[in-house]
Protein backbone atom coordinates (compact mmCIF):
# COMPACT_ATOMS: atom_id res chain seq x y z
CA UNK A 1 0.00 0.00 0.00
CA UNK A 2 1.09 3.75 -0.66
CA UNK A 3 0.37 6.16 1.82
CA UNK A 4 -1.43 9.23 -0.37
CA UNK A 5 -2.22 11.38 2.49
CA UNK A 6 -0.63 10.89 5.88
CA UNK A 7 -2.69 11.59 9.38
CA UNK A 8 -1.03 15.00 9.90
CA UNK A 9 -2.00 16.24 6.20
CA UNK A 10 -5.09 14.85 6.88
CA UNK A 11 -6.11 16.93 10.05
CA UNK A 12 -4.36 20.06 8.18
CA UNK A 13 -7.05 19.67 5.62
CA UNK A 14 -9.60 19.32 7.92
CA UNK A 15 -8.90 22.35 10.45
CA UNK A 16 -8.68 24.31 6.85
CA UNK A 17 -12.49 22.89 5.95
CA UNK A 18 -13.57 23.30 9.26
CA UNK A 19 -12.75 27.39 8.83
CA UNK A 20 -14.67 27.73 5.75
CA UNK A 21 -17.28 26.12 7.34
CA UNK A 22 -17.55 28.32 10.10
CA UNK A 23 -17.25 31.37 7.94
CA UNK A 24 -20.63 30.06 5.85
CA UNK A 25 -22.69 28.67 8.50
CA UNK A 26 -22.29 30.34 11.94
CA UNK A 27 -25.09 31.16 13.19
CA UNK A 28 -27.25 29.22 10.58
CA UNK A 29 -29.12 26.45 11.46
CA UNK A 30 -26.82 24.29 10.32
CA UNK A 31 -27.34 20.28 10.39
CA UNK A 32 -24.22 18.09 9.30
CA UNK A 33 -25.34 15.02 7.48
CA UNK A 34 -22.94 12.11 7.31
CA UNK A 35 -23.03 9.21 5.08
CA UNK A 36 -22.57 5.91 6.26
CA UNK A 37 -20.22 4.32 6.23
CA UNK A 38 -17.63 5.68 4.61
CA UNK A 39 -17.66 8.84 6.35
CA UNK A 40 -17.98 8.26 9.81
CA UNK A 41 -14.28 8.93 10.89
CA UNK A 42 -13.89 12.69 8.83
CA UNK A 43 -17.70 13.35 10.73
CA UNK A 44 -16.36 12.50 13.94
CA UNK A 45 -13.28 14.67 13.26
CA UNK A 46 -15.03 17.63 11.81
CA UNK A 47 -17.50 18.16 13.89
CA UNK A 48 -15.29 18.44 16.92
CA UNK A 49 -13.28 21.05 14.85
CA UNK A 50 -16.40 23.31 14.34
CA UNK A 51 -17.46 25.74 18.11
CA UNK A 52 -20.78 26.78 17.11
CA UNK A 53 -23.99 25.02 17.24
CA UNK A 54 -25.05 22.44 14.55
CA UNK A 55 -27.32 18.93 14.27
CA UNK A 56 -25.54 15.88 13.10
CA UNK A 57 -27.54 13.37 10.98
CA UNK A 58 -26.60 10.01 9.75
CA UNK A 59 -27.82 8.69 6.71
CA UNK A 60 -27.18 5.70 5.28
CA UNK A 61 -26.48 5.20 1.46
CA UNK A 62 -25.27 1.68 -0.50
CA UNK A 63 -24.94 1.55 -4.58
CA UNK A 64 -24.53 -1.57 -6.23
CA UNK A 65 -22.34 -1.59 -9.19
CA UNK A 66 -21.90 -5.58 -9.25
CA UNK A 67 -22.59 -7.11 -12.35
CA UNK A 68 -25.84 -9.03 -10.49
CA UNK A 69 -27.54 -5.51 -9.87
CA UNK A 70 -28.34 -2.31 -12.09
CA UNK A 71 -25.33 -0.02 -12.10
CA UNK A 72 -25.96 3.17 -10.39
CA UNK A 73 -28.58 2.21 -8.32
CA UNK A 74 -28.87 3.72 -5.06
CA UNK A 75 -30.59 2.52 -1.85
CA UNK A 76 -30.94 5.05 0.51
CA UNK A 77 -32.22 4.57 4.45
CA UNK A 78 -35.30 7.67 4.88
CA UNK A 79 -34.89 6.93 8.74
CA UNK A 80 -32.83 9.69 9.28
CA UNK A 81 -34.13 12.04 7.08
CA UNK A 82 -36.82 13.45 9.27
CA UNK A 83 -36.36 17.02 10.50
CA UNK A 84 -34.55 18.95 7.85
CA UNK A 85 -37.14 21.21 6.54
CA UNK A 86 -35.70 25.07 7.40
CA UNK A 87 -32.21 23.57 8.46
CA UNK A 88 -29.00 24.26 6.02
CA UNK A 89 -27.89 20.89 5.57
CA UNK A 90 -24.48 19.73 4.66
CA UNK A 91 -23.92 16.16 3.26
CA UNK A 92 -20.88 14.81 4.16
CA UNK A 93 -19.36 12.39 2.05
CA UNK A 94 -15.70 10.11 1.93
CA UNK A 95 -14.84 10.34 -1.49
CA UNK A 96 -16.46 11.70 -4.94
CA UNK A 97 -16.02 9.66 -7.83
CA UNK A 98 -18.43 8.98 -10.04
CA UNK A 99 -20.99 11.21 -8.03
CA UNK A 100 -23.89 9.44 -8.75
CA UNK A 101 -23.84 8.92 -4.85
CA UNK A 102 -24.20 12.58 -3.95
CA UNK A 103 -26.57 13.36 -6.18
CA UNK A 104 -28.47 10.54 -5.67
CA UNK A 105 -28.86 11.88 -2.23
CA UNK A 106 -29.17 15.90 -2.72
CA UNK A 107 -32.13 15.19 -5.05
CA UNK A 108 -34.03 12.74 -2.24
CA UNK A 109 -32.80 15.84 0.03
CA UNK A 110 -33.84 18.35 -1.56
CA UNK A 111 -37.77 16.72 -1.08
CA UNK A 112 -37.44 17.36 2.51
CA UNK A 113 -37.29 21.21 1.86
CA UNK A 114 -34.25 22.26 3.63
CA UNK A 115 -33.65 26.15 4.04
CA UNK A 116 -30.40 25.17 2.33
CA UNK A 117 -28.51 22.32 0.65
CA UNK A 118 -24.89 21.11 -0.33
CA UNK A 119 -22.02 19.09 -0.01
CA UNK A 120 -18.97 18.21 1.18
CA UNK A 121 -16.18 15.52 0.76
CA UNK A 122 -12.85 14.45 2.45
CA UNK A 123 -11.23 13.64 -1.18
CA UNK A 124 -12.04 14.31 -5.11
CA UNK A 125 -11.08 12.14 -7.38
CA UNK A 126 -9.79 13.01 -10.60
CA UNK A 127 -11.22 12.07 -13.84
CA UNK A 128 -13.80 9.89 -12.73
CA UNK A 129 -16.87 12.46 -12.78
CA UNK A 130 -20.06 11.14 -14.60
CA UNK A 131 -22.37 13.69 -13.06
CA UNK A 132 -22.66 17.25 -13.67
CA UNK A 133 -22.78 18.43 -10.01
CA UNK A 134 -19.95 18.54 -7.99
CA UNK A 135 -19.33 18.91 -4.48
CA UNK A 136 -19.69 22.36 -2.77
CA UNK A 137 -16.34 21.97 -0.65
CA UNK A 138 -13.49 19.06 -0.80
CA UNK A 139 -10.51 18.35 1.10
CA UNK A 140 -8.49 17.15 -1.16
CA UNK A 141 -8.10 16.11 -5.09
CA UNK A 142 -6.51 12.68 -5.58
CA UNK A 143 -5.64 10.55 -8.67
CA UNK A 144 -7.72 8.14 -10.41
CA UNK A 145 -6.52 5.12 -7.80
CA UNK A 146 -8.73 2.92 -5.63
CA UNK A 147 -8.00 4.50 -1.85
CA UNK A 148 -8.63 2.83 1.22
CA UNK A 149 -8.30 4.48 5.06
CA UNK A 150 -9.54 6.93 7.39
CA UNK A 151 -13.28 5.34 6.55
CA UNK A 152 -13.11 3.98 3.24
CA UNK A 153 -12.70 0.50 2.67
CA UNK A 154 -11.87 -2.16 0.20
CA UNK A 155 -14.80 -5.16 0.63
CA UNK A 156 -15.26 -3.47 4.22
CA UNK A 157 -11.59 -4.29 5.24
CA UNK A 158 -9.12 -1.05 6.06
CA UNK A 159 -11.57 1.54 7.19
CA UNK A 160 -10.05 1.99 10.50
CA UNK A 161 -6.44 3.33 9.13
CA UNK A 162 -5.65 6.72 10.24
CA UNK A 163 -4.12 7.43 6.99
CA UNK A 164 -5.11 7.48 3.28
CA UNK A 165 -3.38 4.76 0.81
CA UNK A 166 -4.17 3.28 -2.30
CA UNK A 167 -4.05 -0.15 -2.75
CA UNK A 168 -1.41 -1.96 -5.04
CA UNK A 169 -1.84 -4.87 -7.27
CA UNK A 170 -0.62 -6.92 -4.25
CA UNK A 171 -3.49 -5.46 -1.82
CA UNK A 172 -5.92 -7.03 -3.96
CA UNK A 173 -6.45 -10.86 -3.16
P1 LIG B 1 -19.67 7.52 -6.56
O1 LIG B 1 -21.14 7.36 -6.41
O2 LIG B 1 -19.14 6.83 -7.78
O3 LIG B 1 -19.18 8.95 -6.46
O4 LIG B 1 -18.99 6.70 -5.41
C1 LIG B 1 -19.03 7.08 -4.14
C2 LIG B 1 -18.87 5.89 -3.23
O5 LIG B 1 -18.09 4.84 -3.83
C3 LIG B 1 -18.12 6.36 -2.03
O6 LIG B 1 -19.00 6.78 -1.03
C4 LIG B 1 -17.32 5.15 -1.65
O7 LIG B 1 -18.07 4.34 -0.77
C5 LIG B 1 -17.10 4.38 -2.94
N1 LIG B 1 -15.76 4.62 -3.51
C6 LIG B 1 -15.45 5.28 -4.65
N2 LIG B 1 -14.13 5.32 -4.86
C7 LIG B 1 -13.57 4.66 -3.82
C8 LIG B 1 -12.20 4.36 -3.45
O8 LIG B 1 -11.21 4.71 -4.11
N3 LIG B 1 -12.05 3.66 -2.30
C9 LIG B 1 -13.08 3.25 -1.52
N4 LIG B 1 -14.36 3.52 -1.81
C10 LIG B 1 -14.60 4.22 -2.96
MG1 LIG C 1 -19.34 4.98 0.81
Known amino acids: ?12 GIVDLARRLDAEYRG ?7 VLTGSLIFLADLIRRLDFPLRVGLVHASSYRGAATLPGTLEISETSLRDLEGRDVLLLDD ?8 VGLLERLEKKRPRSLRSAVLLWKEGRQRVERTPDFHCFRIPDEFVVGYGLDYRDDYRHLPYVAALEAADIG
Open 95 to 102: IFDTGQTL
Open 28 to 34: KPLTVLG
Open 1 to 12: MKILLSEAEIQR
